[in-house]
């Protein structure tokens, strides 16, 4: 196996499977591939699958059911691909869980940008705090940086395990839906316009002065509307998410 592990490219289409093949395999990924849905669940599976690449018209059941199954057992990092540049598709896409969506035709170059986007930014990042010792003969004191944890109305955001909880109870929540939820909390208050938190659902990939489409922004309405369904919260009295009309969304006063 590489360093940046296994890739699975679900897709019927001969042509742009062996594209897609070609575009992870030069990314550093070993690769793996499916022409129907129910093999590309079982290959996602069996090969403990970093990335995957899903297209959404396949012979047997469409890729969003393969998304949903995939989801029963794997938070890997999936790309959605498909020939219809169609906002529902894009909507049920995210919705379904999905990092990313693609419509064909695509650049190799996009694709290969957007996960690594995806990869720079880890659903889990744990790393060891150092131990030091004046001399050898002095027995080591763990240094304790400050809790690097974020709180607000009993919800608690761990930037460092990536884990979430609610008064207590753990919440599994999609990396989209924790980088938003990071983003609102670190703003204290402050308003995140959609625009800017576009950015923050596709990374790196999506420079200052890049174009942020309606369909990006209803994007992010849907992953805010998945966040309030998981933290159960009522919008009519927002815990945590606050929607500003027009603008975007704030984090809710303290309680």
């Known amino acids: 196996m590489t360093d940046l592990g296994v890739a699975v490219v679900v897709e019927d289409d001969a042509d742009v499977r062996n ?13 793996h591939s499916a022409a129907r849905g129910r093999d590309g669940v079982d290959v996602v599976r069996q090969q403990e699958a970093r990335v995957v690449t899903l297209d959404v018209g396949l012979p047997d059941i469409d890729g969003f059911e393969v998304l949903r199954r995939i989801r029963e057992f794997s938070d890997a990092y999936v790309v959605m691909l498909t020939a219809r540049a169609d906002e529902l598709d894009t909507l049920t896409a995210f919705h379904t869980g999905a990092d990313d969506f693609l419509a064909k035709p695509f650049r190799p170059r996009e694709l290969r940008a957007r ?27 763990p240094v304790v940086p400050p809790s690097p944890v974020l709180r607000h109305n009993g919800l608690e955001l761990n930037p460092e395990t990536r884990t979430v909880s609610v008064d207590g109870a753990a919440i599994g ?17 402050a308003v995140r316009s959609k625009t800017e938190l576009v950015r923050v659902v596709r990374g790196d990939y999506y420079r200052a002065d890049a174009y942020i489409s309606e369909s990006d922004e209803r994007a992010v309405e849907v992953h805010i509307g998945n966040l309030r369904r998981k933290l159960g919260e009522d919008p009519l009295e927002p815990r945590w998410l606050q929607t500003v009309r027009g603008v975007g969304y704030r984090l809710a006063p303290e309680r």
């Open 115 to 141: 996960v690594g986007a995806m990869m720079r930014r880890p659903r889990h990042d744990l790393q060891a705090v150092p131990v030091t010792a004046a001399d050898a003969g002095t027995p080591a004191v």
């Open 173 to 189: 929540l999609t990396r989209s839906e924790f980088d938003l939820l990071q983003a609102l909390l670190r703003g204290a208050g």
């Open 19 to 31: 594209l897609v093949e070609a575009v992870l395999s030069q990314a550093g990924f070993e690769v």
